[in-house]
């Protein structure tokens, strides 16, 4: 009996290419783009601190190149990520890493962009000592690495928030008067008063009738890097002179003690916005490593429903404009 079935042929199945829309010429407004990539990527990555050494970080990045070709329908998005992944896999956070990144950004988009930024955002903990007790906690401070390439100059920006505590010079001074009258209704009438009986007294609630407000404040410090060393990041050491600068950060472990030495600390160190600004200018002004800097001070006041808040930079020719 025969077989039922058809003809057998020997040529070979042909499947067809997957579409390429980015690439396939279309009916579409022709223009220029200033940045086209993706944000929100999450990888892991080592990074090296030039005082804590290299460590691993958890980063949120945002990476783009530009359209320079106004005839182009779109860029390679895969390329990016892929790019991304390949280079911190093998390699820690550097000047040198991200600029080899960068670079494999345009190479890879030739003839469509001559401009590529990578940013990555991540959390920095540092092991702080208590300021009495001898006591150890973390600290953790929104971290922010920035590269740009344009014409094969690379920019490098590092950015840090920093939390501290701000106590109000004009509250202080109207608490002091407050106590001065509480104190002459107490003893304006006694002619020599024994020191013990006023130190007393002022250890009452009726000795200290009124407190100067504080509030928990953030200063933003984003400074660009003289990268010519590859030595590591210096977040360490931003974080460091930020806190000398203002004598105020908030504290991880604390016993009643270190409190007391908080409290004390904000009492010899009232500011207002405009002098927790002058005293990061200056600290940032000292250091060579830093090429430009841009600082905001946000004191997130308790006695208003607003925020005050200064803003000062280097003020260096072509550098960060003093915008909010």
């Known amino acids: 009996m025969k077989s039922q ?24 407004i022709q223009s220029k783009l200033d940045w086209v990539g993706m944000s929100e990527i999450h990888l892991p990555a080592k990074l090296s601190d030039t005082l804590a050494g290299e460590r691993p970080i958890s ?10 070709d106004p005839t182009a329908r779109g860029i390679h998005m895969s390329r990016l990520y892929l790019a991304l992944e390949e280079t911190f896999a093998d390699c820690s956070v550097s000047a040198a890493s991200i600029s080899q990144l960068l670079t494999t950004f345009l190479q890879s988009h030739e003839g469509l962009s001559d401009k590529a930024f990578v940013q990555l955002n991540f959390e920095y ?14 600290k953790s401070y929104p971290v922010s690495i920035c590269g740009t390439m344009d014409n094969s100059e690379l920019r490098i920006e590092l950015s840090v928030d920093v939390p501290y505590s701000s106590t109000c010079p004009c509250s202080a001074a109207l608490a002091r008067q407050l106590i001065q009258d509480a104190f002459r209704q107490q003893f304006g009438d006694v002619g020599t008063i024994p020191a013990e009986q006023v130190a007393e007294w002022l ?26 060393e590859e030595t ?30 908080f409290a004390r600390l904000n009492g010899q160190n009232l500011m207002f916005c405009e002098d927790a600004a002058r005293r990061l200018q200056k600290a940032l002004e000292q250091e ?17 429903a607003h925020n005050a808040v200064a803003i000062v930079t280097k003020n260096v020719d072509g550098g960060y404009l003093p915008i909010p």
């Open 59 to 68: 980063a949120s990045i945002q990476a783009y190149v530009n359209l320079q």
């Open 5 to 28: 079935q058809g003809p057998v042929t020997n040529n070979p199945v042909t499947r067809n290419e997957m579409p390429d829309i980015a690439s396939t010429a279309s009916r579409h």
């Open 125 to 138: 903990s540092i092991r702080r000592e208590s300021l009495k007790s001898n006591y150890f906690g973390w």
């Open 232 to 261: 590591g990041f210096p977040i360490t050491a931003l974080i460091d002179a930020i806190e000398g600068a203002l004598k105020t950060p908030v504290q991880t472990a604390v016993k009643r003690e270190d409190e007391q030495e």
């Open 288 to 304: 060579a490593l830093y090429k430009d800097f841009w600082l905001r001070v946000n004191h997130l006041e308790s006695l208003h």
């Open 203 to 228: 250890g009452t609630e009726k000795g200290v009738v009124a407190t100067p407000h504080s509030q928990r404040s953030v200063a933003q410090v984003r400074v660009l890097l003289d990268h010519a």
